[in-house]
């Protein structure tokens, strides 16, 4: 059985950082990506990752502040979040998928975690 873990959201004041992780029981999937839901709101999408790190893409409203990493396509995946605005105040949910590639869409992930609580203070 498929589980996604994240760990790392908590509280920061805005200009802070945290540090996501989300580990995927050993399995390995050739893409991961972080998606994000805020009270009231649609899940959105932040960021994703083929294997081994080649390819990545951001949504607008985080590129240059966010980062996203894995090692290799077993490891753990990262998702560095600096100069966190309170708007960026959401559950963050990990997500894997089977196809090979760095995706955007929902659609396009096969797993998910269970999310982790990230909140923005002003």
């Known amino acids: 059985q498929v589980q996604l873990v994240e760990s790392g959201g908590g509280l920061v004041q805005a200009g802070g950082s945290l540090r996501l992780s989300c580990s995927t029981s050993?399995?390995?999937?050739?893409?991961m990506g972080w998606f994000r839901q805020a009270p009231g709101k649609e899940r959105e999408f932040v960021a994703s990752?083929?294997?081994?790190?080649?390819?990545?893409t951001y949504a607008g409203y985080v590129e240059g502040r966010f980062t996203i990493s894995r090692d290799n396509a077993k490891n753990p995946v990262y998702l560095q979040m600096n100069n966190l605005k309170p708007e960026d105040k959401a559950v963050y949910y990990c997500a894997a998928s089977v196809r090979v590639g760095y995706w955007r869409s929902g659609r396009d992930f096969d797993y998910w975690g269970q999310g982790t609580q990230v909140t923005v203070s002003s």
């Open positions: 990752i083929s294997a081994g790190g080649g390819g990545t």
């Open positions: 050993g399995r390995s999937f050739p893409s």
